[in-house]
């Protein structure tokens, strides 16, 4: 996979020209994964998903972000061409900002990876264009957002336990996908906002422009540091190396956010509070003190041990030294174990 085709974009280079897209076997890694060998993906022409959006239409924008606009479409289920509004499969498709010359990087690496990357907790990409100076990927919808609107956002129902539970297991099992595949894959920008829920809450990770592959001989990769402050590891941020367990870094971040309800990085909070690793690390060994963190939104339903137990995981995700740190398949393994907690609530409350 490398370095996204290793094509030039400096100048908007590629054209009209698309990366090979042959029929390929796919290899097998997991129980539930595979890779292809090369992306296999529908192209799509500009004016097929002009058609798929209604031109794009104003009212059918599902949000912005720094790559460009996302609008809703409609392709049919089984050609994947453009249908009616109401008819066939919805999509989510990303229209690149002609401005972003970042965005156009992100891309690249979005097909290099999504495009010979399947698995049921990563979102599905469905295709992409690139005519002229139009650059854009199409993926499938999913009902529920991003679990960052779902703990964050003002009037957000609030999300139970086990919700979280399930949630947290389908984000880990995708992260443990990509780091024990045959092509090893370093997500590099794991954070609430690129975990994306289908209608039953089943996540999936999503946004892999900055996804590298992990180093073929050594621990770790030196790369320019990218990523987003708050989630990035701190090895990472201090150096540019990058290992494979800085993604577990950036899930014992998510983990907290999490538990506590509360963003990693926010900066309308008091000094000293900014910061959520820097100010609740402290107490997550202190299980006299875990009331004190989690989210009042819980309304204390939720199993103590449970709590316990991943408050222990969340500080082991969050240590200093990488090596030490648990691998997504040992994180996975704890979360189900924590899952299985058949421990009942003492009490309930109601939020108003």
């Known amino acids: 996979m490398g370095n996204c085709w290793g094509t030039r974009v400096g100048n908007h280079s590629l054209g009209n020209r698309v990366p090979p897209n042959p029929v390929t076997k796919p290899s097998t890694t997991e129980k539930e994964g595979r890779i292809l060998t090369s992306p296999k993906l529908r192209v799509y022409t ?8 209604i ?9 912005e972000g720094g790559f460009g606009t996302v609008y809703k479409g409609w392709v049919d289920d089984k050609t994947l061409a453009p249908s009616k509004i109401g008819v066939g499969l919805m999509i989510a498709v990303k229209k690149l900002n002609r401005d972003s010359l970042q965005g156009l990087e992100e891309w690249q690496c979005e097909i290099n990876f999504l495009g010979t990357l399947s698995h049921p907790n990563l979102v599905r990409l469905v295709g992409y264009c690139c005519e002229d100076e139009e650059f854009l990927l199409v993926y499938e919808f999913m009902a529920k957002g991003s679990l960052e609107n779902h ?34 894959v370093i997500y590099r920008d794991f954070k609430a906002s690129n975990i994306l829920l289908d209608r039953d809450f089943n996540a999936k990770l999503s946004d892999f422009g900055l996804a590298k592959n992990g180093p073929v001989a050594g621990s770790h990769v030196t790369t320019r540091v990218m990523g987003t402050f708050g989630y990035a590891a701190p090895e990472y941020v201090a150096t540019g190396h990058l290992y494979v367990k800085s993604d577990v870094y950036g899930f014992g971040v998510v983990l907290l956010e999490m538990l506590s309800g509360l963003r990693a990085v926010d ?34 339903e939720y199993p103590i041990k449970g709590a316990v137990l991943a408050a222990k995981l969340t500080l082991n995700c969050l240590g200093p030294d990488p090596r030490r740190r648990p691998s997504m398949r040992e994180v996975v393994e704890a979360l189900e174990q924590i899952q299985a907690i058949n421990e009942k609530p003492k009490t309930a409350c109601k939020l108003s």
């Open 46 to 53: 500009f004016a097929e998903l002009k058609s798929a959006t």
């Open 55 to 63: 031109n794009f239409k104003p009212d059918s924008i599902l949000g």
């Open 151 to 184: 703990l964050f956002r003002k009037g957000a129902e609030p999300l139970s336990w086990d919700t979280r539970l399930k949630i947290a297991i389908g984000a880990a099992r995708g992260l443990a996908f990509l780091h024990t595949s045959e092509k090893q």
């Open 267 to 300: 900066p309308t909070r008091p000094s000293g509070q900014r910061n959520l690793v820097v100010w609740l690390k402290p107490t997550l060994g202190k299980r006299r003190k875990l009331k004190e963190i989690m989210d009042p939104k819980f309304c204390e």
